[in-house]
Nanobody, 118 residues
Framework: QVQLVESGGGLVQAGGSLRLSCAASESIFSFVAMGWYHQAPGNERELVAQITTDGRITYADSVKGRFTISRDNAKNTVILQMNSLKPEDTNVYYC????????????WGQGTQVTVSS
């Protein structure tokens, strides 16, 4: 069974940085894509950043220039480096991984809280 374990969330002042990690239970090349979503209370889960196996990267407009997604293949880990954090970045962030065989398999981490104080 695929497991995704997030770490690195916490409380930071505006302008600060956090580094979120998502460790997968198997090679990240098992997945066609991995990424990060966020979901505030009462809202839908939204894509923040995603990286595909062949290296294509997508960012939400709100984080372009501030967040960077990357991979540590040896550690089966995807990283979200979050710089210049703003209070509006406050959210629960979820790691996501996708497999495609005969169907799409969508896996999620448990979520990690990011809080940015004013």
């Amino acid at each position: 069974q695929v497991q995704l374990v997030e770490s690195g969330g916490g409380l930071v002042q505006a302008g600060g940085s956090l580094r979120l990690s998502c460790a997968a239970s198997e090679s990240i090349f098992s997945f066609v894509a991995m990424g990060w979503y966020h979901q505030a209370p009462g809202n839908e889960r939204e894509l923040v950043a995603q990286i595909t196996t062949d290296g294509r990267i997508t960012y939400a407009d709100s984080v372009k220039g501030r967040f960077t997604i990357s991979r540590d293949n040896a550690k089966n880990t995807v990283i979200l480096q979050m710089n210049s954090l703003k209070p509006e970045d406050t959210n629960v962030y979820y790691c996501n991984a996708i497999k495609i065989r005969t169907a799409v398999y969508n896996y999620w981490g448990q979520g990690t809280q990011v809080t940015v104080s004013s």
